[in-house]
């Protein structure tokens, strides 16, 4: 392509709506603009990156034995009724009525389509295991879209779906994926980790996200380096302390109340009690599924709530409004404790042999010192509650965690029967009897894949591409486009390199040559190779690695075996 005649708008300046590195460097390199509010379009040097990642998600799930179709973004409310979504699903689901006056929402995800395909056609176990997917558009109306295509409201998804007779045949399924989707983000160039994902309210055994690591990532992520244990934040699990000496009562010392006006807060009571947060006792109340229950926790910790609800199996918590907690525990917010609260207690681990603590009084103004459980208040539930942060260890294997930032770029999930149970997706197996087929989903968002690596691979010039995903290989910035041989080499090599497969952008416009480098480092395209007027008199050009700045002069008749030695290098 010459850049003369390539539709490539890029901007000088930092656009000012743009919180992100990769929106910032999207929007300057002429890859998306804005059409609303989380809608995006793709121009052309975008839409390249994005068909490179398609290409390889494409030959990857096909290796993998799955098959692609392609179903509607337009979805009956029948078919959502019967799922019980219709009801569940929220205002992220776009509602609207055709001319007839019939409801439609436009796909979120597609578990009903495929589901409702999949049992209209598959009647025997000789035609299961299925695993069918698709490159489609999805639309969640997000209450606040931002970060450009990392968090919008449309956006293209490969998901697929497997159907299988037994969990047998859906973990296999489910491995077959787990192993495509590693050898899709390898080959993007990314450095990602697949890590244990909490199932929440969809159940099923087993779910694992896939994370780009980039300081800009919006969740936390958990690894060790000893054992390979990785986990999102919400999941990451702390082992039951097993070295806690049990509490001797010779050693509680008389539990008293301390008038603390005003002292609400872990550390303001820190600060008037002289007393370490290790000391404290924090007491949440919260409203599981309608249910008040108090959550126990050291002061210096933080309750993971998502802990919480997958201990309690509700399906609704949320933290008690004023009422609630003055009804359980007679006192307002900040002097909450265990001490004759009246709903069910359970304590975080942090608190095994935890003694003589200090915690609200229950009573407006008052906290209680040296309040000891068994004694003062009952505790016969402890579990794993809290929020995992550094310094703590691996469950599997007690080394040192560490904590680093990820960007979700695919989730893989055990769906078990939650769809083909409700959507009557039944097969007759080998002995006639009817069953139910048992489903994974599989998704990886692409827009989002394209961003993560920009988020992972910048500097302060622009993108740096990694080969695989790059809209082009190589950019071929002639300094001065006047001088003939300069032009008559540029076009030869143009030529070359298109005939030998590689994806050129030749930067052919009548610019300065700061204009043009400065253009070439913004779209951040692996290879540049430059001729300049000089230079190419002594048939001589230079070629540029961008993300390593190594700079080769090399000889012209040289330069198109180098470039295809170069590709293959950065390909791996
Ligand atoms: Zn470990």
């Known amino acids: ?42 121009l052309p040097f975008g839409y390249r990156a994005i068909r490179k990642v398609e290409q390889i998600v494409r030959e990857e799930m096909n290796k993998a034995g799955a098959q692609e179709l392609f179903m509607p973004m337009v979805q009956p409310a029948e078919l959502w009724q019967e799922s019980g979504r219709w009801q569940l699903y929220g205002k992220e689901l776009l509602r609207f009525k055709d001319r007839g006056e019939r409801e439609f929402c436009l796909g979120p995800t ?70 495509a989707y590693c050898n899709i983000f390898s080959r993007c160039g990314l450095e990602y980790r697949a890590v244990e994902a909490d199932t929440g309210s969809i159940g099923g055994s087993s779910s694992h996200e896939f994370m780009v690591m980039a300081q800009t990532g919006e969740s936390e992520v958990v690894y060790c380096p000893q054992c390979q244990y990785a986990a999102n934040m919400e999941k990451a699990e702390i082992a039951k302390p097993q070295d806690v000496a049990p509490l001797n009562a010779n050693k509680f010392l008389p539990m008293e109340e301390i008038y603390t006006p005003n002292v609400r807060t872990i550390e303001e009571v820190c600060n008037f009690l002289q007393v370490s947060a290790k000391d404290v006792v924090k007491t949440l109340i919260m409203v599981a599924d309608g249910n008040p229950v108090a959550i126990l926790i050291r002061g210096d910790e933080d309750v993971n709530e998502i802990k919480v609800k997958n201990y309690l199996q509700c399906a609704e918590i949320e933290l008690a409004d004023e009422t609630t907690i003055m009804s359980v525990a007679g006192s307002p917010r900040g002097f909450v404790g265990a001490v004759g609260i009246k709903c069910r207690v359970i304590a975080d681990y942090s608190l095994l042999g935890a003694g003589n603590v200090v915690m609200g009084a229950n009573k407006e103004d008052y906290h209680s010192k040296n309040a000891n459980p068994g004694r003062d208040y009952d505790v016969k539930e402890f579990a794993d509650l809290r929020v995992m942060h550094d310094g703590d260890v691996c469950p599997r294997c007690g080394s040192l965690i560490r904590i680093v930032r990820g960007i979700e770029v695919g989730h893989i999930f055990k769906l078990g ?93 009548n610019e300065r040559a700061g204009v043009k480098f400065n253009d070439a480092d913004l779209l951040g395209i692996p290879l540049r190779i430059t001729i300049g007027p000089k230079k190419i008199s002594e048939n001589i050009v230079e070629i540029k690695e961008r993300k390593s700045g190594a700079v080769t002069e090399i000889g012209f008749s040289e330069i198109c075996s180098k470039v295809l030695e170069v590709k293959r290098k950065l390909l791996g």
């Open 110 to 179: 597609h578990e009903e389509v495929i589901t409702d395909i999949v049992r209209n056609e598959v009647k025997s176990y000789r035609h299961l295991p299925r695993n069918l997917y698709q490159i489609q558009m999805k639309f969640r109306d997000e209450v606040r879209p931002r970060f450009g295509v990392m968090r919008c409201r449309e956006f293209a998804m490969k998901d697929a779906y497997s159907f299988d007779a037994d969990y047998a045949g859906l973990d296999m399924s489910y491995q077959k994926m787990h192993k």
């Open 417 to 509: 029967t939650k769809y083909s149970e409700k959507l009557r997706a039944v097969f007759l197996d080998a002995e006639g009897k009817e069953r139910v087929m048992i489903m994974g989903c599989y998704g990886i968002g692409i827009g989002r894949t394209v961003a993560s690596s920009i988020e992972q691979n910048h500097d302060e010039s622009g993108i740096i591409w990694p080969m695989a995903i790059a809209p082009f290989d190589v950019i071929i910035t002639t300094v001065n486009i006047n001088d003939e041989l300069s032009h008559s080499r540029s076009q030869q090599l143009y030529d070359e390199l298109s005939a030998a497969g590689v994806d050129v952008l030749w930067d052919d416009r």
């Open 1 to 42: 392509m010459r850049y003369s005649e390539m539709f490539l708008p890029t901007i000088r300046e930092l656009p000012s709506d743009a919180e992100v590195v990769s929106h910032q460097l999207m929007l300057r390199a002429g890859m998306i603009r804005r059409l609303a509010n989380g809608i995006y379009s793709y």
